[in-house]
T-cell receptor
Framework: EAGVTQSPTHLIKTRGQQATLRCSPISGHTSVYWYQQALGLGLQFLLWYDEGEERNRGNFPPRFSGRQFPNYSSELNVNALELEDSALYLC??????????????FGEGSRLTVL | GQQLNQSPQSMFIQEGEDVSMNCTSSSIFNTWLWYKQDPGEGPVLLIALYKAGELTSNGRLTAQFGITRKDSFLNISASIPSDVGIYFCAGQYTDSWGKLQFGAGTQVVVTP
């Protein structure tokens, strides 16, 4: 069974540009999560999508946005890039259970570098 | 705000030694998860805990969900070189559905 897949692996942009990152969840998983991991830091929650809707959002500015498609894949858009947006962006997926989100399984991440 | 503290920040141990790390939260969690992250890769789930007092093992790994629901520990017994990596605790607050709060990580280095 394929795991969570993310693309691109690496992305280099300049300040002010836009970046789009993509994620395909594990088959059967309906929830997709996005996390930011800046160098040497822990994971910071960005967004949670489930069944095509945004369910929860972390403390990030509105220029971080995303969406989930009918096939449960997702994309994360970062507008007006700033230098501090340079980070590893991790996507995770989970099944939706009665008690809430199940265990999260992560992809290998997309490394965004802003110059 | 809600705080999640993970300690120690790093550990340098000899092969064969046991490792222990823990996380404490300022608020109650309904889920505790432990992940390991190798360089250049995404975190891999090691153990998931869903009930206060729950003690779960996965091979040489053992983790517990604290009775107060505000803490958890992870033990690694008889460490081997491939245990090297960063270990993260993560929890979900009862009032923040779907959002996992991650600890800052514990860097484990195993020397022969």
């Amino acid at each position: 069974e394929a795991g969570v897949t993310q693309s691109p692996t690496h992305l280099i942009k300049t300040r002010g540009q836009q970046a789009t990152l993509r994620c395909s969840p594990i088959s059967g998983h309906t929830s997709v999560y996005w996390y930011q991991q800046a160098l040497g830091l822990g994971l910071q929650f960005l967004l949670w999508y489930d069944e095509g809707e945004e369910r929860n959002r972390g403390n990030f500015p509105p220029r971080f946005s995303g969406r989930q498609f009918p096939n449960y894949s997702s994309e994360l858009n970062v507008n007006a890039l700033e230098l501090e947006d340079s980070a590893l962006y991790l996507c995770a997926s989970s099944k939706r259970t009665k008690s809430g989100p199940g265990e999260l399984f992560f992809g290998e991440g997309s490394r965004l570098t802003v110059l | 705000g809600q705080q999640l503290n993970q300690s120690p920040q790093s550990m340098f141990i000899q092969e064969g030694e046991d490792v222990s790390m823990n996380c404490t939260s300022s608020s109650i969690f309904n889920t505790w998860l432990w992940y390991k992250q190798d360089p250049g890769e995404g975190p891999v789930l090691l153990i998931a805990l869903y009930k206060a007092g729950e003690l779960t093992s996965n091979g040489r790994l053992t983790a517990q969900f604290g009775i107060t629901r505000k803490d958890s520990f992870l033990n690694i017994s008889a460490s081997i070189p491939s245990d090297v990596g960063i270990y993260f605790c993560a929890g979900q607050y009862t009032d923040s559905w779907g959002k996992l709060q991650f600890g800052a990580g514990t860097q484990v280095v195993v020397t022969p």
